[in-house]
């Protein structure tokens, strides 16, 4: 089946306890990208990524890494998480940049 | 950098039709995508339009006008399930992709 998967689809942390979300598509997909989305209001992009090596800020980067090493997976790491990146977070692929983005069924974190 | 509005709220009954509105800021336009969600769950395609004019796809078509930077979303035949929240999206050439902050859209019988 198609999909894009999200690991974990829930956590609760503490401030300053890095984590990794991780984020995997077998579409073969070149494009990749994370979003946050706060209630309220839509989604926000942090980082995209055109292909393997290929990454880039979106509209929220602070705060957030990301890496590109295979075409499937995205993970989205937070080397020091803080109370304000409490959010729900969706990981999306899509063929190429501008196409149908396919997205994962979302994280929610909780940074205490 | 890139801006969109859309209404926050939409009210219709079942089986009447409903447009949504979008219009948008950006540089580097390469295309307005829409997507539903609902409450909890991940965002799910609907249209995308990349040149002028109305692509329809079932109940839902979209509209685009470059020139005006504008478009929109038409549910037809609405019904109880259309019930969601409405996201249009606009892609840039460079691969950025901006969401606007949603209409949620309420069917009554």
């Known amino acids: 089946e198609a999909q894009v998967t999200q690991n974990p689809r829930y956590l609760i942390t503490v401030t300053g306890k890095k984590l990794t979300v991780t984020c995997s598509q077998n579409?073969?997909?070149?494009?990749m990208s994370w979003y946050r989305q706060d209630p309220g209001l839509g989604l926000r992009q942090i980082y995209y990524?055109?292909?393997?090596?290929?990454?880039d800020k979106g509209d929220v980067p602070e705060g957030y890494k990301v890496s590109r090493k295979e075409k499937r997976n995205f993970p989205l790491i937070l080397e020091s998480p803080s109370p304000n990146q409490t959010s729900l977070y969706f990981c999306?692929?899509?063929?190429?940049?501008?196409?149908?983005?396919?997205f994962g069924p979302g994280t929610r974190l909780l940074v205490l | 950098g890139q801006s969109l509005e859309q209404p926050s709220e939409v009210t219709a009954v079942e089986g009447a039709i409903v447009q949504i509105n979008c219009t948008y800021q950006?540089?580097?336009?390469?295309?307005l995508s829409w997507y539903q969600q609902h409450d909890g769950g991940a965002p799910t395609f609907l249209s995308y339009?990349?040149?002028?004019g109305l692509e329809e796809t079932g109940r839902f078509s979209s509209f685009l006008s470059r020139s005006d930077s504008y478009g929109y979303l038409l549910l037809q035949e609405l019904q109880m399930k259309d019930s969601a929240s409405y996201f249009c999206?606009?892609?840039?050439?460079?691969?950025?992709?901006?969401f606007g902050d949603g209409t949620t859209l309420t069917v009554k019988p």
């Open positions: 999306a692929s899509s063929p190429s940049q501008g196409m149908t983005q396919y």
């Open positions: 579409m073969n997909h070149e494009y």
């Open positions: 990524s055109m292909n393997v090596e290929v990454t």
């Open positions: 950006t540089s580097g336009f390469y295309g």
């Open positions: 339009n990349g040149l002028d």
């Open positions: 999206a606009v892609n840039t050439n460079a691969g950025k992709s901006t």
